[in-house]
């Protein structure tokens, strides 16, 4: 059976911690794991070539893209992934348990 989270926790504002059930722990900066996002949206932006800055069309900020980028809920699907909100307004994005083990960077224990 694949390795499964057995505890999460937050050790600082901006990073995530996962202890996983083999003994690894991984941490994740919250904006490592917003710009891994794998929704359908976020993959279509990163694959579009990018393009020079119009200043005419300058994308205004909502409140909530000016704050600091968190984690505001994360919710389990089943057995093989979670569903992370951020800060941001972003909601959409399923992360699965094989994408979280590649992400971050281990810790000791």
């Keep these: 059976m694949s390795?499964?989270?057995?505890?999460?926790?937050?050790?600082?504002p901006d990073r995530l911690q996962i202890d996983w059930s083999d003994g690894?722990?991984?941490q994740y900066p919250i904006k490592q794991l917003r710009e891994a996002c794998p929704c359908a949206t976020c993959r279509e932006k990163h694959s579009q070539?990018?393009?020079?800055?119009d200043l005419r069309s300058l994308?205004?900020?909502?409140?909530?893209?000016?704050?600091?980028l968190r984690i505001v809920k994360m919710q389990p699907l089943g057995n093989y992934a979670y569903n992370i909100a951020f800060s941001d307004g972003h909601d959409t994005g399923i992360f699965t348990l094989e994408l979280l083990r590649e992400l971050g960077e281990q810790v000791a224990s």
Excluded: H, V
Excluded at 59 to 66: A, G, R
């Design 49 to 53: 070539p990018a393009k020079p800055a």
């Design 59 to 68: 994308k205004i900020l909502t409140n909530e893209e000016l704050q600091p």
């Design 3 to 12: 390795p499964q989270p057995a505890g999460l926790s937050l050790p600082s």
């Design 24 to 26: 690894m722990r991984r």
